[in-house]
């Protein structure tokens, strides 16, 4: 899936389109995890794109009244093409603008992704609402952090892929920052000191920056908005990395599946 560092580089591809307006949409498969909204077809031509920004994992593309928000789900992407290239089996949805010869394409094997109108408050919006903060934000502080795992009997690793307290932290990510905050993933997070969340939220903050300047993880079905795929996962200390050497000890990287998602940690390095 997709993860924030994904999205990030996503919204940065798609700066060319700003100030574009739409000329037409082509709507070929509308069953997505939810359906894609039917109105689009007459709501959209005209409409000029003023920003494209991220929240959480939703890409927002910003008209002069409203949003189109996108999620990309386990296997989506955005592409900028030249119309002229004939779509293929999961090509769902053509963006056509006026003036150009490129369209956004939005493709999606899995259809787990999502396409909705906001003409509302944004914030407001049920997907929306009650997302926490953004963790490259000067919000996530060690302080929060440490304010919402007192008496919780869940994994720290839980903790920070919750996203009703921090956003976007996916499970690569996750297993990453634990590693070098030396953080064992499994541990309660009520026993996580202060000065441990600081170390957390200091390489949770210092992944995903690396990631998106290695253009993020390009795992099964994520490419930019190019077509080209990213190097972050050459860099993985721990995730995927069952069976081998600790790039720090040398002790053999393990896993165990915390929430029904594989974790991966050196059992030396970390506690």
């Known amino acids: 899936m997709p993860e924030l560092p994904e999205v990030e580089i996503t919204c940065m591809g798609l700066q060319p389109i700003l100030q574009k307006s739409i000329k037409d949409v082509v709507v070929r ?12 077809k007459k709501t959209l031509p005209n409409q000029k794109i003023l920003a494209v920004k991220r929240r959480a994992k939703y890409i927002l593309i910003q008209f002069e009244n409203a949003y189109l928000m996108i999620h990309l789900g386990m296997s989506g992407r955005l592409e900028l093409l030249k119309k002229n290239i004939s779509p293929e089996k999961h090509d769902h949805v053509d963006i056509q603008f006026k003036n150009t010869k490129n369209i956004l394409r939005y493709t999606d094997p899995r259809r787990f992704g999502s396409i909705h109108w906001i003409d509302k408050d944004i914030n407001q919006h049920f997907l929306i609402s009650k997302l926490g903060p953004e963790p490259l934000e000067k919000f996530f502080t060690d302080k929060y952090l440490f304010s919402k795992i007192q008496n919780k009997k869940t994994t720290i690793k839980n903790i920070i892929m919750d996203n009703h307290i921090v956003v976007g932290v996916g499970n690569i990510y996750a297993s990453e920052s634990l590693f070098k905050a030396k953080v064992m993933p499994s541990r309660m997070a009520k026993d996580v000191t202060l000065n441990e969340c600081k170390k957390i939220v200091k390489y949770i903050k210092e992944t995903l920056h690396k990631a998106i300047e ?7 079905d994520f490419y930019n908005v190019n077509g080209q795929s990213g190097y972050f996962q050459q860099t993985y200390v721990v995730y995927g990395r069952k069976g081998k050497p600790c790039r720090v000890c040398k002790s053999i990287i393990e896993s165990k599946i915390i929430a029904q998602r594989s974790s991966f940690y050196c059992p030396k390095c970390q506690n």
């Open 29 to 40: 498969n509308a069953s997505l995890r939810w359906p894609i909204p039917t109105h689009l």
């Open 214 to 220: 290695l253009g993020g993880s390009s795992l099964r």
